[in-house]
């Protein structure tokens, strides 16, 4: 006769292969390791830099022109310009037209960069990733980190960056050839309409290009942190044992909590007005309490060795002992321990009471 046993040697493999779970996550979080793609913050901030420029192009342009004219008349053409008074002046203009041209993109800027970052992140703050390591120093990890996939993926986005760009930028100037020569015979406004509005198309074109890089990037960044998350079936198992316990302590403080609750049923025996029985299967204490329940209630139910006990306590205890089959099967089927008895059983379990109150009294 042979013995087969099925072992699955994966408990004992460091491989990791086990989805990570929320506690892993969590913590991962904390350490700062979360998943976020970076391309799309900077993509969105490409398109959004463009279309401020779009939209506010003229109001910027004015304000620079006015401000040129101005500083032409007012400092320019004074012999005396460079005294204390003016220059102060001076550069309180220069931060105020800085804030007035530049003000309405950063803020833009700021508000869709935090908000890119938030849609991605939540709210997270963690000083984890500014605590000193002395790993960080190793030169072998550091080698290790400049040839990596990372770094290799890091150096593939970076290509297609620049080969993108520089197609857009190379195709748009094509396009564009005849009407650039043409520049010379317009106005200096019409110019920088002009090249405004070239700078514009090939922003957009190069702002979409990164988006659809940015969706790509969030893919493979998505499988390399759920990749990098993964447990092995004995970090699950460790895990489990450090959240919910050993199972077999869990085991003994059941058994435990069992035989506590067991010797206090046992205990409420005495306390009984009559135990009803099967009469050797099952033993029911009750008891009637008007100032407690509305109703009697089981003080103590068991089966077979259990009811036994119960019998022979009541016994020690002249606590009367009423046989009576489907009743004491139905109260140990349907009523647990300190519950009232069910008002279908009423009936039946006045008429017991009144039988034993006819034997004390």
């Known amino acids: 006769m042979s013995l087969n046993f099925v072992i699955d040697l994966q408990l004992f493999s460091e491989e990791k292969t086990e989805k990570a779970t929320p506690k892993r996550r969590r913590e991962a979080r904390e350490k700062g390791q979360v998943l976020q793609s970076k391309e799309i913050n900077s993509a969105i901030i490409v398109i959004v830099s463009f279309l401020c420029l779009r939209i506010f192009g003229n109001h910027m342009l004015s304000n620079l022109l006015s401000f040129s004219n101005s500083f032409y008349k007012e400092y320019f053409l004074k012999s005396d310009m460079f ?10 203009r220069i931060v105020g037209i800085m804030v007035i041209v530049v003000g309405p993109i950063t803020g833009f800027i700021l508000i869709f960069g935090v908000a890119a970052s938030y849609l991605q992140l939540g709210f997270l703050f963690t000083t984890k990733t500014l605590e000193f390591k002395l790993s960080r120093l190793n030169p072998i990890e550091g080698f290790k980190k400049i040839i990596s996939k990372r ?12 080969v993108v760009i520089g197609y857009l930028i190379y195709k748009y100037a094509i396009s564009e050839i005849y009407n650039i020569f043409k520049l010379l015979e317009l106005s200096i406004e019409s110019i920088v309409t002009y090249i ?16 659809i890089l940015a969706i790509f990037d969030y893919g493979y960044q998505w499988w390399d ?3 990098n998350l993964k447990m092995s079936k004995q970090e699950v198992k460790e895990e489990y044992k450090q959240t919910e316990g050993n199972p077999q302590i869990k085991s003994k403080i059941k058994e435990k909590q069992r035989q506590m609750a067991m010797r206090r049923m046992m205990q409420d025996v005495p306390k009984a007005d009559v135990i009803i029985t099967n009469p050797t299967h099952f033993a029911i204490a009750l008891k ?13 139910k068991g089966a077979d060795l259990i009811a036994k006990n119960i019998k022979d306590i009541a016994k020690k205890h ?20 300190g519950q009232i008895i069910p008002e279908e059983l009423y009936q039946a379990v006045a008429e017991v009471l009144a039988y034993v109150y006819s034997l004390k009294y």
């Open 318 to 337: 002249g606590v009367p002992t009423v046989e009576n089959k489907p009743l004491a099967q139905t109260l140990y089927n349907t009523v647990e321990i």
């Open 151 to 162: 770094s290799l993926v890091e150096l593939l986005k970076s290509i297609f960056k620049i």
């Open 225 to 227: 942190y759920e990749k």
């Open 196 to 211: 405004g509005g070239i700078v514009f198309n090939v922003g957009i074109r190069s702002g979409i290009a990164l988006l």
């Open 83 to 92: 005294n204390t008074g003016d220059i102060s002046i001076l550069m309180m």
């Open 288 to 300: 009637y309490d008007k100032e407690m329940y509305e109703a009697p209630y089981v003080l103590a």
